[in-house]
T-cell receptor, first 112, second 116 residues
């Protein structure tokens, strides 16, 4: 039973436009959410996180939005750049735990 | 880059053989983790360690054991490898744990393991 779902396996956007990656979760005990980016043949790298006490967190071109009532979060990348082309993983965790649960990932392609 | 080294980077072995993967860190971080990544599954936690000799199971721990006898090394062992354990294995480290600080985890570049 998937607790973290990324229903879009892939997304293609034009350079300079906004990329929106979505993530849904089913476990209401999750209270901390993270996004990771992964290039081929490399390990994932941390992008941005958000606590359940917030509904938005921003870091440069990256913004994460959390809608707890809908159990939904999204990652916005503005403006998108070709170097953003990668697989993006959404992940979630319960307070006090170290057991991070990942979604299956969304492959983002940013076209020049 | 965080000092994480996974070895070997690639390995091909046969069903039934024992396999040990090594994760070595130079950051003196308390937490270390082993994940596997498979198509259609994202990353799944196998085991993690919260200190020397302190380990706990993750989501997919069956068939795997771990050991951490010193801060810098976290070993993952497949006692009798099966084809279902063919995967890419990632080690990660964290100073304060996933929910601590601004850099929850740093990942190594992975070990590609094929079991025939």
């Amino acid at each position: 039973d998937q607790q973290v779902k990324q229903n879009s396996p892939s997304l293609s956007v034009q350079e300079g436009r906004i990329s929106i990656l979505n993530c849904d979760y089913t476990n209401s005990m999750f209270d901390y959410f993270l996004w990771y980016k992964k290039y081929p043949a490399e390990g994932p790298t941390f992008l941005i996180s958000i606590s359940s006490i917030k509904d938005k967190n921003e870091d440069g071109r990256f913004t994460v939005f959390l809608n707890k009532s809908a159990k939904h979060l999204s990652l916005h990348i503005v403006p998108s750049q070709p170097g953003d082309s990668a697989v993006y993983f959404c992940a979630a965790i319960q307070g006090g735990s170290e057991k991070l649960v990942f979604g299956k990932g969304t492959k983002l392609t940013v076209n020049p | 880059d965080a000092g994480i080294t996974q070895s070997p980077r690639h390995k091909v072995t046969e069903t039934g053989t024992p396999v040990t993967l090594r994760c070595h860190q130079t950051e003196n971080h308390r937490y270390m983790y082993w994940y596997r990544q498979d198509p259609g599954h994202g990353l799944r936690l196998i085991h993690y360690s919260y200190g020397v000799k302190d380990t706990d199971k993750g989501e997919v721990s069956d068939g795997y054991s771990v050991s951490r006898s010193k801060t810098e090394d976290f070993l993952l062992t497949l006692e009798s490898a099966t084809s279902s354990q063919t995967s890419v294995y990632f080690c990660a480290i964290s100073e304060l744990g996933v929910q601590g600080g601004n850099q929850p985890q740093h990942f190594g570049d992975g070990t590609r393991l094929s079991i025939l």
